[in-house]
């Protein structure tokens, strides 16, 4: 196996061993949270999700603007993406009978969120407003709406003993511009209700537009109808033919084979975009390099196939057979992932990019501020060979950005280069958000929000996978971090 694989050992020692560092990744992310919260004074109140909050809701901003990252060739979602952009305006120019709610649902990894971004940048040119919000869980998105809301004009007295999103979608509704919401990665469409009931009643945070100024574009894993309502137009997203994945892989490296070599890789790796991504920016990397490789790195097409066949035997205990659509997009995409991760550890000789990407796994698919990584508490934590002091923090995540492991992206008002604004001489620091691109294959999956996790780590933890052992369903032994300051 390249690399030496740290969990490439999977005996009952090792697996003790695994488990115990991860329990420390969800120690650290509360500790992270809980001093980010105590040292921020701006932080978001309670917005009174059930209707009955007795105050108006302090808040603290939220970013909602369209994200600027764009896949540079878009393969095999043309077709999608072109109906999507043509029934958004068709609906602005006063068709309603084109829906006024979609819904993208597929497997994780199969690039909903891709053709989402794509077509809300290519409406941003004829539609006046346009916001994005990230999911995760109710207090997350309900921060979010209402950023979207006091973006628009509400205030914050109106939300005093009502429904907030009664309010907002008041609002949205009076709007004669044409808006786009896109609510991103909502896997359990529960996280859109702001009392009891379904998603499908469509009177929490996800309703249809009154009018054919807005359209609601939503991207989630669950495809089951029932869910969402009748009233949602669903879109299902496919894996990629292979002869689109061939594309991708030979977009990101030209020179990495044959056309028929990169489609038998692109078969192998189940065309899932995510995981034809993974492997396409490893490979590039790989190829770049002055000095050759360690033996047994995969250079091209063919030996990263052999290579990505050898570790996933490894991995897996059970046959491609017995698997679902979904374990097997996810096998896919943990072996593409360990293959970059082992890449980065040869080349820095440390692991900190692996323990980086776990821990930031466990804060959910939403941008974490860089600086909820607390130097101190990282060096602190136990969890890497030697304590990192910023730069190797920075080189770590340089990498896993490299790699396409994580997004990271200026969140900085404008955009634009800082500026001694006080005439201080100072130059104020910088924001970034980022985001993984690789949750749901660690094993850590949040169970409450961002908003709520000062005093409590937000993840269940799955042991088996998370040390990368794949299962066709979740192992016995499973545990929820919660507010105890034991996790």
Not at 37 to 49: I, L, Q
Not at 217 to 241: F, H, I, K, Y
Not at 378 to 397: H, I, K, Q, T, Y
Request: charge should be negative; include cysteine.
């Amino acid at each position: 196996m390249p690399g030496g694989n740290a969990i490439s050992a999977l005996g009952p020692g090792a697996f003790a061993s695994g488990t115990a560092h991860i329990e420390r990744l969800f120690v650290l992310s509360e500790e992270l949270v809980a001093q980010a919260a105590s040292s921020s004074p701006g932080r978001t109140a309670d917005h009174g999700t059930d209707g009955t909050g007795g105050s108006p809701p302090s808040y603290e901003v939220v970013p909602v603007a369209l994200p600027e990252r764009r896949v540079e060739r878009l393969r095999g979602r043309e077709s999608l993406v072109t109906r999507l952009v043509r029934s958004i305006e068709q609906r602005v120019r006063g068709d309603l009978d084109i829906p006024g709610v979609w819904v993208l649902n597929g497997l994780g990894g199969i690039g909903k969120t891709t053709v989402a971004l794509e077509a809300a940048h290519r409406v941003s040119r004829t539609v006046t407003h346009v916001w994005w919000v990230s999911g995760g869980g109710r207090e997350e998105v309900s921060e979010a709406m209402l950023a979207v809301a006091f973006s628009i004009g509400a205030r914050p007295a109106e939300f005093h003993r009502v429904n907030p999103a009664d309010v907002t979608w008041r609002h949205l509704d009076q709007l004669r511009e044409p808006w786009l919401l896109v609510l991103d990665n909502v896997d359990d469409p529960a996280a859109l209700l702001t009392s009891k009931g379904s998603a499908a009643d469509g009177v929490g945070w996800l309703r249809s537009p009154r009018h054919g100024h807005g359209t609601v574009l939503v991207t989630s894993r669950e495809a089951r109808r029932e869910r969402w309502g009748s009233w949602v137009e669903d879109v299902p997203v496919e894996p990629l033919g292979h002869e689109d994945g061939a594309r991708v892989l030979l977009d990101l490296v030209p020179r990495g084979g044959s056309t028929a070599e990169a489609r038998a890789l692109a078969e192998e790796l189940g065309s899932l975009p995510l995981a034809l991504y993974l492997a396409g920016s490893y490979l590039a990397r790989t190829r770049a390099k002055l000095w050759h490789p360690p033996e047994g790195t995969p250079q091209n097409f063919p030996t990263y196939r052999r290579a990505f066949a050898e570790q996933l035997g490894t991995l897996a205990y059970d046959p491609d057979s017995s698997l679902a659509p979904s374990e097997r997009a996810r096998r896919a995409i943990l072996t593409t992932w360990e293959f970059s991760l082992d890449l980065l550890r040869r080349e820095s000789g440390t692991d900190d990019a692996r323990h980086l990407l776990r821990l930031l796994a466990c804060f959910g698919p939403a941008p974490v501020p860089h600086r909820l990584l607390d130097i101190g508490l990282l060096a602190g934590s136990g969890l890497f060979e030697n304590a990192p002091d910023g730069e190797r923090v920075e080189n770590a995540l340089r990498g896993l950005a490299g790699l396409r492991l994580v997004d990271i992206e200026d969140a900085d008002p404008g955009g634009g280069e800082a500026s001694d604004e006080d005439g201080s001489g100072s130059v104020p620091p910088r924001t970034a958000r980022i985001s993984t691109t690789t949750t749901g294959t660690t094993g850590c999956t949040p169970t409450r929000p961002p908003g709520t996790w000062a005093g409590t780590s937000g993840c269940t933890l799955w042991y088996a996978p998370a040390i990368g052992r794949t299962t066709t369903s979740p192992p016995a032994r499973a545990r929820t971090c919660g507010s105890s300051s034991s996790c």
